[in-house]
């Protein structure tokens, strides 16, 4: 499986960015994408993710109303539209994938259990 994402760049305070993940060689019928976050001396953290069985999203409660993760399986990629971005908002984001022959009824927010990660892209919110 590779991951690829895109779309990172230096925006004010309040603005917008759009972030992609193009992705390809799923084996298996089932698969979760994620967008994980990593700040300078923190921890990395769980943003986002979208299963593959239902299209269902989840968000972290710091991120919930403000960004929106999307799928297009035609162009097999996973988007995510952050919209009213604070300074904290400011990391290197990650996607990453778990893919499973079973369905995946519970979407992990853990780091470690996610098998395929992407290059990081930088986001910065700065004025």
């Known amino acids: 499986v590779q991951l690829q994402a895109s779309g990172g760049g230096l925006v004010r305070p309040g603005g917008s960015l759009s972030l992609s993940c193009a992705y390809s060689g799923f084996t298996k019928a089932y698969y979760v994408i994620g967008w994980f976050r990593q700040a300078p001396g923190k921890e990395r953290e769980w943003v986002s993710s979208i299963n593959s069985r239902d299209g269902s999203s989840y968000y972290a409660d710091s991120v919930k109303g403000r960004f929106t993760i999307s799928r297009d399986n035609a162009k097999n990629t996973v988007s995510l539209q952050m919209n009213s971005l604070k300074p904290e908002d400011t990391a290197v984001y990650y996607c990453?994938?778990?893919?499973?022959?079973?369905?995946?009824?519970?979407?992990?927010?853990?780091?470690?259990?996610?098998?395929?990660w992407g290059q990081g892209t930088q986001v910065t919110v700065s004025s």
């Open positions: 990453a994938a778990i893919e499973s022959v079973f369905i995946i009824m519970m979407v992990s927010t853990t780091p470690s259990e996610y098998q395929y």
